[in-house]
Nanobody, 121 residues
Framework: QVQLVESGGGLVQAGGSLRLSCAASGRTFSRNAMGWFRQAPGKEREFIAAISASGGSTYFADSVKGRFTISRDNAKNTVYLQMNSLKPDDTAVYYC??????????????WGQGTQVTVSS
């Protein structure tokens, strides 16, 4: 069992930055690839970024490539999403997710509760 708790969301002006954190409980954190997703009002949840269990591989959606980075600290059981050059279109609830594999496959076993990010123009 893995529990995921996101933090770091909030209100920011366009062009600004935020760093989201996802703290995981459970002894298997370091074995799981982790991902970030987001869901805007009226839209489906979409993939944003992922990182392998070792942190050696990262993946990004085209919409955030070059602006967002993902990292993890396995000693702290935490994965981060650094978001720069934010746009109003980035406004959404952001979710942390644990993949069942050590290499990201999109097979999500666990979800966090989400944290709201609002970007004002």
């Amino acid at each position: 069992q893995v529990q995921l708790v996101e933090s770091g969301g909030g209100l920011v002006q366009a062009g600004g930055s935020l760093r989201l954190s996802c703290a995981a409980s459970g002894r298997t954190f370091s074995r799981n690839a982790m991902g970030w997703f987001r869901q805007a009002p009226g839209k489906e949840r979409e993939f944003i970024a992922a990182i392998s269990a070792s942190g050696g591989s990262t993946y990004f959606a085209d919409s955030v490539k070059g602006r967002f980075t993902i990292s993890r600290d396995n000693a702290k059981n935490t994965v981060y999403l650094q978001m720069n050059s934010l746009k109003p279109d980035d406004t959404a609830v952001y979710y942390c997710a644990a993949d069942r594999s050590s290499h990201y496959q999109g097979a999500i076993d666990y979800w966090g509760q989400g944290t709201q990010v609002t970007v004002s123009s």
